[in-house]
């Protein structure tokens, strides 16, 4: 099956603690995106990474890290100095040429233990 | 002006209704433009791109008025699986912006039997 996969669909945690979710995606997309979703809230762009080895800030990077070591995946790290982690985290994928879609994988949700 | 508007909801149709949303947007230079579909606790879908033209997939319409830099999305003959949060996205126009989207709040269409 062809898609975004992300993982784990909940997560917990505990203050002072970094954890990391994971995005994979089969569709040979070449541009990734991480955002985030508050309740009553539009979807906020953290970090994106258009290429291999690379990517570029978004509108709220602060307390949080990624990587792309692979096409494939572009985890998010969320670091204890992100003092309010709890939301909805969506990441998505699109094809580099312009007009094309982004699409989403099912999300994770993290909570504060 | 915000980035990108859309008509606040909620939105209560009977079925069979007909239900216009438009979504207003600030860059001049934004040339690529999104329809989702949200259900509750569920990730963006997409439900259409809008063309220049106006395009049209079943039940759906988009239409796109740059001179008034607005796009909107009309359904026809509603029906209760309509009923979900329905979000524009418009990308930040030329260059790096081309390859980010900035999504709009949504709007939550609830169609009563």
């Known amino acids: 099956d062809g898609g975004i996969t992300q993982s784990p669909k909940y997560l917990f945690r505990k203050e002072g603690q970094n954890v990391t979710l994971s995005c994979e995606q089969n569709l040979n997309h070449d541009a990734m995106y991480w955002y985030r979703q508050d309740p009553g809230q539009g979807l906020r762009l953290i970090y994106y990474s258009q290429i291999v080895n690379d990517f570029q800030k978004g509108d709220i990077a602060e307390g949080y890290s990624v990587s792309r070591e692979k096409k494939e995946s572009f985890p998010l790290t969320v670091t204890s100095a992100q003092k309010n982690p709890t939301a909805f985290y969506l990441c998505?994928?699109?094809?580099?040429?312009?007009?094309?879609?982004?699409?989403f994988g099912d999300g994770t949700r993290l909570s504060i233990l | 002006r915000k980035e990108v508007e859309q008509d606040p909801g909620p939105f209560n149709v009977p079925e069979g209704a007909t239900v216009a949303f438009n979504c207003t947007y600030s860059?001049?230079?934004?040339?690529?433009f999104f329809w989702y579909r949200q259900d509750c606790r569920k990730e963006p879908k997409l439900l259409m791109s809008?063309?220049?033209s106006g395009n049209e997939d079943g039940r759906f319409t988009a239409q796109l008025n740059r001179a008034s830099q607005y796009i909107s999305l009309l359904i026809r003959d509603s029906k209760l699986s309509d009923s979900a949060t329905y979000l524009c996205a418009v990308n930040r126009g030329s260059g790096a912006g081309s390859y980010q989207l900035t999504f709009g709040k949504g709007t939550k269409l609830s169609v009563i039997p």
């Open positions: 860059n001049s230079a934004s040339q690529s």
């Open positions: 998505a994928s699109k094809l580099i040429q312009d007009n094309q879609p982004q699409h």
């Open positions: 809008v063309y220049s």
